[in-house]
């Protein structure tokens, strides 16, 4: 029996988003942190709490107490506040291997974050689509949060 390989794009995702915030990186930088940690939202905007542990080898994860919770990945590089990066397989619970960047630069006005997702794995139908709903809700609670006064 021949068994018959995936093509590499049914394997892969690749998203790239990019959102500008009228603050400064420092500010934006500490804005993502709390977002993506304890601040965090799931869908229709449902708390989800997560813990963001900001240096090298730091955890990311969905705590859910008593032990219990869900391992999104580890930071891999961290430069405050230009580069956060994690890799991991985030909230996909099959074979699949991620790697997350946020990259701040100082713009006229702000800041420019560029978000750039790329996964390899066995993703099951639809599900690449769906990931890429989340981003764009992150950016407006970040963007949000560092514009406040």
Same mark, same amino acid.
């Given at each position: 029996?021949? &068994?018959?390989? /995936? &093509?590499?794009?049914?394997?892969?995702?690749?998203? %790239?988003?990019?959102?500008?915030? @009228?603050?400064?990186?420092?500010? %934006?930088?500490? +804005?993502?942190? #709390?977002?993506?940690?304890?601040?965090?939202?799931? !869908?229709?905007?449902? /708390?989800? *709490?997560?813990?963001?542990? *900001?240096?090298?080898?730091?955890?990311?994860?969905? $705590?859910?107490?008593?032990?219990?919770? !869900?391992?999104?990945? !580890?930071?891999?590089?961290?430069?405050?506040?230009?580069?956060?990066?994690?890799?991991? /397989?985030?909230?996909?619970?099959? &074979?699949? +291997?991620?790697?997350?960047? =946020? @990259?701040?630069?100082?713009?006229?006005?702000? %800041?420019?974050?560029?978000?750039? !997702? %790329?996964?390899?794995?066995?993703?099951? $139908?639809? =599900?690449? #689509? +769906?990931?890429?709903?989340?981003?764009?809700?992150?950016? $407006?609670?970040?963007?949000?949060? &560092? #514009?406040? /006064?």
């Amino acid at each position: 029996m021949t &068994a018959i390989a /995936p &093509a590499i794009e049914n394997l892969s995702l690749n998203i %790239t988003e990019e959102v500008r915030v @009228r603050s400064s990186p420092t500010a %934006t930088f500490a +804005a993502l942190l #709390e977002e993506m940690g304890r601040s965090n939202e799931g !869908h229709n905007g449902a /708390p989800m *709490p997560m813990v963001l542990e *900001p240096w090298p080898g730091g955890r990311w994860f969905r $705590d859910l107490g008593d032990n219990n919770g !869900h391992l999104w990945g !580890h930071v891999q590089a961290i430069k405050q506040p230009t580069l956060l990066e994690i890799t991991g /397989p985030l909230m996909m619970s099959f &074979a699949v +291997a991620s790697n997350l960047q =946020y @990259r701040l630069t100082q713009v006229d006005g702000g %800041t420019l974050i560029t978000l750039r !997702h %790329t996964a390899l794995g066995l993703f099951p $139908d639809g =599900y690449r #689509e +769906a990931l890429s709903q989340g981003w764009p809700n992150l950016f $407006d609670r970040v963007r949000r949060r &560092a #514009e406040q /006064p």
